[in-house]
């Protein structure tokens, strides 16, 4: 088996210049989060995540999910991964060559699109992107459709409901966890990942800093045996799991 490196996977992702490919897409990505931020649009919806940081809600509320008004415009601006770790994404997808992908939080498809891109450059993989609420899982296809962007498909339906099917018949081999920032939730939904990775797998775990239990949670992913290296590359955590080298 050829081992990846994660040394070299780090230089790639941190490499100061951006490819033609890479500047052509980010700007056409950059485009669309700004078209977005220009139309206000507020839509009620069920949010099955953990709220604020400081939002107390307990597990069964999570479960159920709680009835919020969502301005598009606030979620591009606050929730959507910016163009920095989409790159990061973009060459990480790049570098893995990843057949299976599992994105866990679509909200309006932009890191979707980051990722999706560069499955479309390397010619071969698949993105499952999951979307607990209808609005933004329809506006998500439109969004990634509108930039030509083909290695996507979606997903409706909250992870606890949907992730178990979506794993079912495939071995993972990127992940991206970007909703339901609780401690207890993402090591659920990492663990329930890992359960399905392909002998050399990365899983990329975003606001990991974003209360004292998604850190702790962290730090206890870190020490799973099969995790062979972690680092962190601003809010997120990266997990290499299986055949790596250093
Ligand atoms: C931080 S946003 C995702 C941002 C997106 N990855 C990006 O960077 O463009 C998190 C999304 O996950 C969804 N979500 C949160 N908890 C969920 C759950 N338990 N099941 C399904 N979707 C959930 C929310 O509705 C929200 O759209």
Known sequence: MIHKSINVLREQIFAPNRSPFELEQS?????????????????????????????????????????????????????????ESGLWLMRIVGYLR?????????????????????????????????????????????????????????????FEAVLPSVLANSLVEFGFVDGHHTGRAMIRNTELILSRAAGTALVVLDDIMYSTSTEDAWRTLCKIPEVKGSFVMGALGVLAFGAWAD
């Open 27 to 83: 700007a056409k990505i950059e485009s669309l989060r700004e078209r977005l931020t220009r139309q206000p649009h507020v839509f009620e919806m069920q949010d099955f995540g953990a709220g604020a940081p400081n939002d107390t809600r307990t597990w069964e509320q999570m479960k159920r999910g709680v009835r919020v008004q969502r301005d598009i415009r606030d979620l591009v601006l606050n929730s959507c991964r910016n163009v």
């Open 98 to 158: 990843p057949n299976f992908c599992v994105e866990l939080g679509t909200c309006v498809g932009l890191s979707a699109a980051f990722i999706g891109s560069a499955l479309d450059v390397n010619g071969s993989g698949v993105l499952h992107t999951i979307e607990a609420d209808p609005t933004l899982k329809g506006m998500a296809e439109t969004n990634v459709g509108a930039i030509g962007v083909h290695s996507v498909l979606f997903h409706l339906g909250t």
